[in-house]
């Protein structure tokens, strides 16, 4: 038997044309199938039973695993999460920073990130500078010209006691790819050896991301976007740096490596591995949702196949709208990933094209800082959607 395709597993795809995937991805009905089946599952062995117990060992070592195939690294490193925030901010608040330490965020990260750095950096006395990369709008030509840029750009602005550089593998405003192998390196080279927290939230399953994932110290990344997985589930692979130097935050049962003997004297309580950033009870048949998401997408073609086809479909996107007389799109050339931002001029409010295009069952967003708007595509965006979004955006600047 062919395996279902997953567009055609999609409810959420059979009833609109859909471009919202960095915000989040359709989730398959196999998967919330596979979900209820683990829920099942565990009630029929379960709850709390010493029958339940070896069920849901399978579930969190056969995801682990899988996650490390995709992420290419050591399944020790990886630690589950809720979201991408949890998978950034956790390891990072363990960190061990001393007063007067320099952070440096970039000027594309998300604002939850930005808040928990600020807020980091007022309790312990830290400066932060900004690494400007909002400017870097070369799309997929000139890749080379813009990663000496950033390589530059990096090197003006670290200082000699920056201890962290806090920078999105894929940028989920201009749709650019960080080099973050070789920022790694640089970082690795420089005097005070900062750490890189990277924000994978809209690289995961969307572009390749083996070499990013094991170069950075913590790589987060949630399955509820690109990877077409459930809400509730994510990740963070951890490098053995983190695993050694940073410490629990937000303690639970789940980072003990026993519960018993916790009153005496333990001087290591902590697992050694990513489960040290782990907490408590979580939802554990999400994880079966995830990996059939996961699945799914491997029987779409290999990471290097569906990147390109992402590239394939954007690039359309991308020369289709440059074509429109007052769209101004970000990137100068075709986008080097699914991401196309851009805004039209002459309009009140952003918002005003999302609502015209949502009454046509279209749905982009508007984003916050800079308020562009943003279309995402993906392996399951088709080409009539392309052209379907094109004609709504003509029709709307013809109703005004
Ligand atoms: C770049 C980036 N980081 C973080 C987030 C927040 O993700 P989560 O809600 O999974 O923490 C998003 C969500 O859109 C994002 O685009």
Same mark, same amino acid.
């Given at each position: 038997?062919?395996?279902?395709?997953?567009?055609?597993?999609?409810?959420?795809?059979?009833?609109?044309?859909?471009?919202?995937?960095?915000?989040?991805?359709?989730?398959?009905? $196999?998967?919330?199938?596979?979900?209820?089946?683990?829920?099942?599952?565990?009630?029929?062995?379960?709850?709390?039973?010493?029958?339940?117990?070896?069920?849901?060992?399978?579930?969190?070592?056969?995801?682990?695993?899988?996650?490390?195939?995709?992420?290419?690294?050591?399944?020790?490193?990886?630690?589950?999460?809720?979201?991408?925030?949890?998978?950034?901010?956790?390891?990072?608040?363990?960190?061990?920073?001393?007063?007067?330490?320099?952070?440096?965020?970039?000027?594309?990260?998300?604002?939850?990130?930005?808040?928990?750095?600020?807020?980091?950096?007022?309790?312990?006395?830290?400066?932060?500078?900004?690494?400007?990369?909002?400017?870097?709008?070369?799309?997929?030509?000139?890749?080379?010209?813009?990663?000496?840029?950033?390589?530059?750009?990096?090197?003006?602005?670290?200082?000699?006691?920056?201890?962290?550089?806090?920078? =999105?593998?894929?940028?989920?405003?201009?749709?650019?790819?960080?080099?973050? $192998?070789?920022?790694?390196?640089?970082?690795?080279?420089?005097?005070?050896?900062?750490?890189?927290?990277?924000?994978?939230?809209?690289?995961?399953?969307?572009?390749?991301?083996?070499?990013?994932?094991?170069?950075?110290?913590?790589?987060?990344?949630?399955?509820?976007?690109?990877?077409?997985?459930?809400?509730?589930?994510?990740?963070?692979?951890?490098?053995?740096?983190?695993?050694?130097?940073?410490?629990?935050?937000?303690?639970?049962?789940?980072?003990?490596?026993?519960?018993?003997?916790?009153?005496?004297?333990?001087?290591?309580?902590?697992?050694?591995?990513?489960? #040290?950033?782990?907490?408590?009870?979580?939802?554990?048949?999400?994880?079966?949702?995830?990996?059939?998401?996961?699945?799914?997408? $491997?029987?779409?073609?290999?990471?290097?196949?569906?990147?390109?086809?992402?590239?394939?479909? =954007?690039?359309?996107?991308?020369?289709?709208?440059?074509?429109?007389?007052?769209?101004?799109?970000?990137?100068?050339?075709?986008?080097?990933?699914?991401?196309?931002?851009?805004?039209?001029?002459?309009?009140? =409010?952003?918002?005003?094209?999302?609502?015209?295009?949502?009454?046509?069952?279209?749905?982009?967003?508007?984003?916050?800082?800079?308020?562009?708007? #943003?279309?995402?595509?993906?392996?399951?965006?088709?080409?009539?959607?392309?052209?379907?979004?094109?004609?709504?955006?003509?029709?709307?600047?013809?109703? #005004?």
């Amino acid at each position: 038997m062919l395996p279902i395709s997953i567009k055609d597993n999609m409810p959420a795809l059979q009833n609109k044309y859909y471009f919202n995937y960095g915000g989040q991805g359709p989730l398959p009905t $196999e998967s919330l199938r596979a979900i209820t089946t683990s829920w099942q599952t565990i009630q029929k062995l379960g709850p709390f039973t010493n029958d339940v117990w070896p069920y849901i060992t399978k579930e969190v070592i056969s995801t682990k695993n899988l996650l490390s195939e995709i992420c290419g690294i050591h399944p020790k490193r990886i630690a589950f999460t809720e979201n991408v925030t949890s998978g950034c901010i956790l390891p990072l608040l363990g960190l061990p920073f001393d007063e007067g330490d320099h952070l440096l965020i970039s000027d594309c990260e998300h604002p939850g990130i930005v808040a928990a750095c600020k807020e980091l950096a007022r309790k312990k006395n830290l400066s932060i500078g900004i690494l400007p990369v909002l400017k870097l709008c070369n799309g997929n030509n000139y890749e080379a010209k813009t990663y000496k840029t950033i390589l530059k750009l990096i090197d003006t602005n670290l200082q000699k006691n920056t201890k962290l550089v806090v920078l =999105s593998h894929l940028l989920w405003n201009t749709g650019q790819i960080m080099p973050i $192998e070789l920022i790694s390196k640089r970082l690795k080279d420089h005097p005070s050896n900062p750490y890189l927290l990277v924000d994978a939230a809209q690289s995961f399953c969307h572009i390749p991301i083996k070499d990013a994932c094991d170069k950075a110290d913590i790589y987060a990344f949630t399955g509820h976007k690109w990877a077409y997985g459930p809400e509730g589930l994510g990740a963070v692979a951890l490098s053995t740096r983190v695993l050694e130097e940073s410490s629990p935050t937000l303690i639970g049962w789940k980072s003990l490596k026993a519960e018993e003997g916790i009153y005496v004297n333990n001087k290591a309580p902590f697992h050694s591995d990513g489960r #040290r950033f782990e907490i408590a009870t979580s939802c554990i048949p999400l994880l079966a949702g995830l990996r059939s998401s996961l699945k799914m997408l $491997e029987n779409e073609g290999s990471e290097t196949e569906r990147f390109f086809k992402i590239k394939r479909l =954007s690039s359309i996107l991308w020369g289709e709208l440059n074509q429109i007389k007052n769209v101004e799109l970000v990137l100068n050339s075709s986008p080097p990933s699914g991401i196309i931002s851009f805004s039209i001029n002459g309009i009140n =409010s952003p918002e005003e094209v999302v609502n015209y295009l949502g009454q046509k069952n279209l749905w982009i967003r508007v984003l916050e800082d800079p308020r562009w708007l #943003r279309a995402c595509v993906h392996i399951t965006t088709e080409q009539t959607e392309i052209d379907n979004l094109i004609a709504a955006i003509n029709g709307f600047l013809k109703s #005004r």
